[in-house]
């Protein structure tokens, strides 16, 4: 099997920690031949730990784009996805770009207008979809355990834990805060369960309560104030088209004891689901006239995961293989462009409703 060539485009913090060490767990079936960073050093490194100084280092994204790839790994901050998405697909590349797909609904829908013009594929980089428990709860949904799904909440609050690296802080580069950094993955999940994509208008409050308070007891050390310009906490209220409910909370900072991240609340006809900090999956529900609460054992194991972290049934690389066996053909992307669009849109309404203090309403 003759290995998909990759291109990484930015080598920072996220292709060190999901990206690069997912093909290189998958390095029967792929290689990384070409590596940029506006930081050379960066792109350097990232060469010889994956590919053994072999391949091409590059400060331009457009100069890589030039190269013989079958595919380009987009980890870039958040204003340069949709320009450099848009670029690859056009060069002829098929493009995995991380979350979020892009900072506004205008500069994502460019991204699927050139999916749709250059033929090639394009998936955004919402790995939680392959956690065991994500899929299970997916799998219940499909077989109707849950009846109608008319309300849900998307959680992603940290108590303190604002990530002071990288342009996290600065709302120039990345569109936004937690909302579009953690609540992106959350909203994410929710709308994947539901199988329910299409809002019909989105109210939402941003708040910088906490950005100038000093000795904040911050997991990554005290933030600056003067560079932490994006909200530390936003908050949304989305009413779908069938009537359904979706309340998103996302901060970084918050003084909230129950914190937790990347997860979802169901409530349907006929059973709910949540992911409560101490289980990765409760199902309650009534059943022969009694109240019941399920709690699946995922510690076993299964054929396409384990227990643990860091090999071929991690969720980044399972995300990694699919994306592979999408460009082969011989399987079907999880994460679609149509859906991503959407978590996208819903969080620009959130933005946009919180600077005008009115509703915002979906064509």
């Given at each position: 099997?003759?290995?998909?060539?990759?291109?990484?485009?930015?080598?920072?913090?996220?292709?060190?920690?999901?990206?690069?060490?997912?093909?290189?767990?998958?390095?029967?079936?792929?290689?990384?031949?070409?590596?940029?960073?506006?930081?050379?050093?960066?792109?350097?490194?990232?060469?010889?730990?994956?590919?053994?100084?072999?391949?091409?280092?590059?400060?331009?994204?457009?100069?890589?784009?030039?190269?013989?790839?079958?595919?380009?790994?987009?980890?870039?901050?958040?204003?340069?996805?949709?320009?450099?998405?848009?670029?690859?697909?056009?060069?002829g590349k098929h493009v995995i770009?991380?979350?979020?797909?892009?900072?506004?609904?205008?500069?994502?829908k460019a991204m699927l207008d050139?999916?749709?013009?250059?033929?090639?594929?394009?998936?955004?980089?919402?790995?939680?979809?392959?956690?065991?428990?994500?899929?299970?709860?997916?799998?219940?949904?499909?077989?109707?355990?849950?009846?109608?799904?008319?309300?849900?909440?998307?959680?992603?609050?940290?108590?303190?834990?604002?990530?002071?690296?990288?342009?996290?802080?600065?709302?120039?580069?990345?569109?936004?805060?937690?909302?579009?950094?953690?609540?992106?993955?959350?909203?994410?999940?929710?709308?994947?369960?539901?199988?329910?994509?299409?809002?019909k208008y989105a109210v939402g409050?941003?708040?910088?309560?906490?950005?100038?308070?000093?000795?904040?007891?911050?997991?990554?050390?005290?933030?600056?104030?003067?560079?932490?310009?994006?909200?530390?906490?936003?908050?949304?209220?989305?009413?779908?088209?069938?009537?359904?409910?979706?309340?998103?909370?996302?901060?970084?900072?918050?003084?909230?004891?129950?914190?937790?991240?990347?997860?979802?609340?169901?409530?349907?006809?006929?059973?709910?689901?949540?992911?409560?900090?101490?289980?990765?999956?409760?199902?309650?529900?009534?059943?022969?006239?009694?109240?019941?609460?399920?709690?699946?054992?995922?510690?076993?194991?299964?054929?396409?995961?384990?227990?643990?972290?860091?090999?071929?049934?991690?969720?980044?690389?399972?995300?990694?293989?699919?994306?592979?066996?999408?460009?082969?053909?011989?399987?079907?992307?999880?994460?679609?462009?149509?859906?991503?669009?959407?978590?996208?849109?819903?969080?620009?309404?959130?933005?946009?409703?919180?600077?005008?203090?009115?509703?915002?309403?979906?064509?």
């Open positions: 099997m003759e290995k998909i060539k990759i291109g990484i485009i930015g080598c920072g913090g996220i292709a060190n920690g999901k990206h690069m060490p997912s093909y290189k767990n998958l390095a029967d079936e792929a290689e990384m031949v070409a590596f940029c960073d506006i930081i050379e050093e960066r792109a350097q490194k990232a060469n010889v730990e994956y590919a053994a100084g072999k391949g091409k280092v590059f400060t331009d994204y457009k100069k890589l784009l030039q190269e013989d790839l079958d595919a380009v790994c987009v980890c870039t901050p958040n204003v340069s996805h949709s320009e450099i998405t848009v670029a690859a697909l056009n060069a770009c991380e979350k979020p797909m892009a900072i506004n609904y205008e500069e994502a050139a999916k749709a013009k250059s033929g090639k594929i394009l998936t955004i980089g919402y790995q939680n979809r392959y956690r065991p428990e994500v899929k299970y709860l997916k799998e219940e949904a499909e077989k109707g355990t849950f009846g109608e799904i008319y309300f849900a909440r998307a959680k992603a609050v940290r108590r303190r834990a604002v990530p002071t690296w990288g342009v996290f802080l600065d709302e120039e580069k990345q569109g936004g805060g937690p909302l579009i950094d953690i609540g992106t993955h959350s909203l994410d999940l929710t709308l994947y369960v539901m199988n329910n994509y299409r809002p409050t941003v708040y910088h309560k906490l950005n100038d308070q000093t000795r904040t007891a911050n997991a990554w050390g005290d933030w600056d104030p003067e560079k932490f310009t994006v909200e530390d906490s936003a908050f949304g209220f989305v009413v779908m088209e069938n009537g359904a409910t979706i309340s998103i909370d996302s901060s970084w900072a918050l003084n909230y004891a129950d914190a937790g991240e990347a997860q979802t609340l169901i409530c349907g006809t006929k059973a709910g689901a949540d992911m409560p900090n101490d289980q990765k999956l409760r199902i309650n529900g009534v059943n022969n006239g009694r109240q019941y609460i399920t709690v699946p054992d995922f510690a076993a194991g299964g054929v396409d995961f384990f227990s643990g972290s860091g090999g071929i049934g991690d969720p980044a690389t399972i995300e990694a293989k699919t994306f592979l066996d999408a460009i082969r053909g011989k399987g079907e992307l999880v994460v679609l462009p149509e859906q991503a669009i959407v978590v996208t849109r819903i969080l620009d309404a959130i933005y946009q409703s919180a600077k005008t203090g009115k509703p915002v309403y979906f064509d």
